[in-house]
């Protein structure tokens, strides 16, 4: 077996207006049952840090989102990112230090978009909110409540083909808080 590594995963859509309900100490529990170990949850929004053995994050989210339909009877989409990748993310966002951290929100995507498709995107104005992708991350600047932006979920997911979850830049922040103090 590889050495294992640590990893982020996000849950989108969880707990949100007494929906799809998932206790975090049940959902640490499924992911003991997969085999994850050091199991760390954040929040009821479903953000787990785990370690794992080194294999593709795609097979990791497959592995989750399959658990969790199967144990809970609806569908969630999980994106997992090793804790390497995160850090990168965290160096890479271009809105530090240029606006506050309460108006910076990070969308997860699950794979790289099209080139073309991130092209015709970044055209759109959605002023005076705006975002930047990079790889496999949508950087937000939202002055105003996130509730109001058209920069969500959705929007992303219709307009670049892939799944998406989004987090305030402050849990983003505290989530390598909490890797750091293990």
């Not at 271009?94 to 498709?117: Q, W």
Request: hydrophobic share 35%; charged share 25%.
């Amino acid at each position: 077996m590889s050495e294992k590594i640590k990893y982020i995963s996000v849950l989108r859509g969880i707990n949100v207006g007494g929906k799809r309900k998932i206790l975090m100490a049940d959902l640490k529990n499924m992911y003991a049952d997969l085999g994850f170990t050091n199991c760390i949850s954040y929040i009821q929004s479903g953000n787990v840090i785990f370690e794992y053995q080194n294999v593709a994050n795609s097979k990791l989210e497959a592995k989750l989102e399959d658990a969790i339909s199967e144990k809970y009877g609806f569908e969630v989409p999980v994106i997992v990112r090793s804790v390497k990748e995160w850090k990168q993310t965290l160096k890479t966002n271009p809105y530090v230090g240029i606006h506050e951290n309460n108006s910076l929100y990070l969308s997860f995507l699950n794979e790289t978009p099209k080139t073309e498709l991130t092209e015709a995107l970044s055209e759109l104005n959605y002023g005076p909110d705006s975002f930047q992708i990079i790889d496999k991350d949508v950087f937000i600047y939202c002055p105003g409540p996130y509730h109001k932006t058209k920069l969500s979920n959705q929007f992303f997911e219709s307009k670049l083909k892939v799944k998406t979850t989004t987090r305030n830049w402050n849990t983003v922040l505290k989530l390598l808080e909490l890797i750091k103090q293990e």
